[in-house]
């Protein structure tokens, strides 16, 4: 047993540890994803007529656009832009963070606009374009030749497989200060043993969406795929024993109860993906796990932010942070929706709804780099204010 963990673990203790109260904690940082998924287990299980309407594709073959369903699209506006405009926030708040985080802040970001760039550039039109744009979109995307189709789904493959990376290390990040916060370090050993629920369901992620992209017509995913698939509940399985015995190797190890905001990251993982492999069909599911992410990721952003004001003046009332929720839900409505909605309703010209389309991309691959850089472990300034409102004793 290592010593200076033994000690680090017995030592450190906060006054009412919590990011915002135990119970507000369990729900956002996937207890209420859980129990909202159980509830839509047992829906779905009596009522399968009603399920068959959010099938993924049209009648036609299609995939149905979110638009269509309205509390889709508001879960999405409400939650999952603001989300990512929140870490843009805390990034770019002053300059020493543009100096010292410059690979995320600078180098990264001009890489990305640079092959948006280029690749608007090298975009050629459908040769017929009297249709309308969104259709010459589909057009040059489904074409399967050229620099910009290769491009975007080159990006669009890292955006979502680079997605459950995402989801998953925020996962740990959180279970990790859960653990801090009542006095729990874990050892080297355990926490391998815990991180390996979380590298599981990465490459479920992985495998789940190139089962269900395109790139099943291909030889090689043809045929590896559908066996890895076989594989997943296996792998999980394991890795969700391994866990366990990982958290109760520090339970015996510290002779501290796990607190269960530790764990609620870790098991919402696991069932994500089971309610996304047994429910794939249905569209809704994917906004489901997106809210359940963002709610994660706004409760501790959101933290940030209220400590940052509280250090500032200790007596800060809460109207700036609601002012600065809905400031930030009417910039993912300006930034997210509008411009797209004008470029189709207008019919403008093809590059620029490829070019709004691809920034949309570019935004999501660039949120997983300040992420990490936000969160890392190793950044002792942003894990102070994250903790700056408890009090050690």
């Excluded at 109260?21 to 839509?40: R, T």
């Excluded at 001009?110 to 948006?116: A, D, N, R, T, V």
């Excluded at 501290?256 to 530790?262: D, G």
Aim: glycine share 6%; with cysteine.
């Amino acid at each position: 047993m290592n010593d200076d963990i033994k000690t680090v673990s017995t030592s450190v203790t906060y006054n009412k540890p919590a990011i915002w109260h135990p119970v507000i904690d369990f729900l956002l940082v996937g207890g209420g994803s859980v129990l909202g998924g159980i509830a839509l287990i047992i829906w779905f299980t009596a009522n399968q007529d009603w399920v068959n309407q959010f099938d993924r594709f049209s009648d036609e073959g299609e995939f149905k656009d979110m638009g269509q369903f309205w509390l889709f699209w508001i879960l999405t506006l409400l939650v999952t832009f603001p989300h990512i405009l929140a870490s843009y926030r805390i990034l770019y708040r002053s300059k020493a963070n543009v100096k010292k985080y410059r690979w995320s802040t600078i180098y990264a970001p001009c890489i990305l606009l640079g092959l948006c760039i280029v690749t608007l550039l090298a975009l050629v039109p459908p040769d017929d374009t009297s249709q309308d744009v969104r259709a010459q979109y589909q057009t040059v995307v489904n074409s399967n030749s050229g620099l910009a189709t290769y491009v975007i789904a080159g990006l669009s493959i890292v955006n979502v497989v680079v997605l459950g990376w995402h989801y998953n290390l925020q996962g740990w990040r959180m279970t990790a200060a859960f653990a801090v916060m009542h006095g729990i370090q874990f050892s080297s050993r355990e926490q391998r043993m815990i991180q390996s629920g979380f590298v599981a369901m990465v490459f479920t992620h992985a495998v789940l969406f190139l089962a269900w992209s395109p790139l099943i017509r291909m030889g090689f995913f043809s045929t590896w795929i559908p066996i890895m698939t076989l594989g997943l509940p296996i792998l999980g399985g394991i890795a969700f024993i391994l866990g366990g015995l990982g958290f109760y190797a520090a339970h015996q190890r510290t002779g501290k109860r796990i607190p269960i905001n530790a764990i609620t990251p870790w098991c919402a993982s696991f069932f994500w993906y089971y309610l996304v492999t047994q429910y794939h069909y249905v569209f809704g599911i994917a906004v489901v796990v997106q809210v359940a992410h963002a709610l994660q990721y706004l409760s501790f952003s959101n933290r940030i932010e209220r400590n940052l004001q509280l250090a500032s003046n200790s007596r800060a009332g809460v109207l700036k942070p609601v002012l600065l929720m809905l400031f930030l839900i009417v910039c993912s409505y300006l930034v997210f929706i509008v411009p797209s909605v004008l470029i189709v309703t207008n019919n403008w010209p093809l590059q620029l709804l490829f070019g709004f389309n691809l920034l949309v991309i570019v935004v999501n691959i660039h949120h997983y780099f300040a992420d990490c850089e936000l969160w890392n472990p190793l950044n002792r300034e942003m894990r102070q204010t994250l903790f700056s409102h408890l009090k050690e004793h």
